[in-house]
Structures are given as structure tokens and as C-alpha cells.
């Protein structure tokens, strides 16, 4: 029997694509030599889901005092409603554009509930925190609290000291070095196939 970890790294694996003739373009617009596809087991993978979201429970969430879990959406969703069950949170979403009918606004959850409450902001995959800081700042002018970031696997681009300098700290489950991706891979994919026109 593996543990609950080593099959979450073995689901995660699965995700990760090394470029061969041309680089990955990131939602950043920048070039990258391999790129983590995590919706193919979030949204794809129901086992998957339900390990990866187990092992950051018991990694990080079990021992943790929060009051609401939140994500922009839509690539941590799947992720962030699983975790919803296991820990009997609530949930908020940030929309990508705030909704202009019914109710409005950008945020989908109990929005009365955030003031003075712990919120736990969850993503898939971090590059330079960019999208958790997004989450963090409307929390926050709602009056919440962010004190922690999880996300499935930190690519080592900034994501951590981005929200250092926010006073939020970064849990990852993994790192791309965790998953075979290292400096001296990466230097030689970026030199051989990310030269920038």
C-alpha cells in the first residue's frame, strides 16, 4: 500500500509536459520549457482529485485554524470544492469578470461571512502568485484575513517571495524540482528552445 502522497505525486507526474521542439506559452505570456497540466486530473480524474485533495488535507489543512477556503476561478475549482467537503468550510470563487446580472459582483460564496475570518486561498499551480495575490486583495477589502496560500505544485518562479512580501505564506504540496524538473534541465531547455524573438 502507497502512501496517500506517493500517489498524489505519481497523479501530478502524469501532469507534466517537457517541450521538445518549441516552449509552452504561460497564461503570463511568458515562454516556458515544460508546462504542469493539472485540469487533466482535476477536472478529469475524480480518483486523482480526491488524493491530491486528501494529501494537502492531511498535509496542511488537518492542523491548520481557518474559517473559509477560496480560489480564483476556474483551474483550482474542482480543488477547491473537494476540500470543501472533506473540511465542512465554505467557499468563495472569484470570478475572472464581475458578473453584471442577478446579483452581481465578482465573487461567488458567502461574502457576509468573510469579515474577520481566516481565509485559506487554494490554486493549482504558482508561478509568480499573480492570481493568489488577486484572491488575497479582495478578501482582504472585504475585511478577511490571508495568512496562507496552498497550491498543488510551486514552479519556483517568485510565487513564494511575491506573497512573502504580502505577509502570506506559501504551502505547496510540490515543487517542480519534487517532480524531476531541476536548474540544470531547465537553463538547457530555456538556451535551446525559449530564445525569445
Known amino acids: 500500500m502507497t502512501s496517500l502522497r506517493e500517489q498524489a505525486y505519481r497523479c501530478v507526474l502524469s501532469c507534466v509536459f517537457k517541450a521538445s521542439d518549441r516552449c509552452f506559452k504561460l497564461s503570463s505570456g511568458k515562454l516556458s520549457p515544460y508546462y504542469i497540466d493539472l485540469r487533466r486530473i482535476l477536472f478529469g480524474d475524480p480518483r486523482c482529485l480526491e488524493v491530491v485533495s486528501r494529501a494537502i488535507y492531511e498535509e496542511f489543512l488537518r492542523s491548520m485554524s481557518f474559517d473559509i477556503l477560496a480560489c480564483k476561478a476556474l483551474g483550482a475549482v474542482p480543488l477547491l470544492v473537494t476540500l470543501s467537503l472533506i473540511t465542512k468550510k465554505p467557499m468563495l470563487v472569484l470570478r475572472e469578470k464581475a458578473k453584471e446580472h442577478g446579483m452581481g459582483g465578482n465573487l461567488v460564496g458567502p461574502i457576509e461571512l ?82 525569445e524573438a
Open 114 to 195: 468573510v469579515r474577520d475570518r481566516q481565509v485559506v486561498i487554494i490554486d493549482d499551480v504558482c508561478t509568480t502568485g499573480s492570481t493568489i495575490l488577486q484572491v488575497a486583495r479582495t478578501v482582504r477589502e472585504l475585511g478577511g484575513n490571508v495568512k496562507y496560500a496552498i497550491v498543488v505544485v510551486d514552479r519556483e518562479e517568485g510565487c513564494r517571495d511575491n506573497l512573502r512580501r504580502e505577509s502570506i505564506e506559501l504551502l505547496s504540496l510540490f515543487t517542480r524540482t519534487d517532480l524531476g524538473i531541476s536548474d540544470d534541465w531547465l537553463r538547457e531547455a530555456y538556451d535551446n528552445l525559449c530564445r
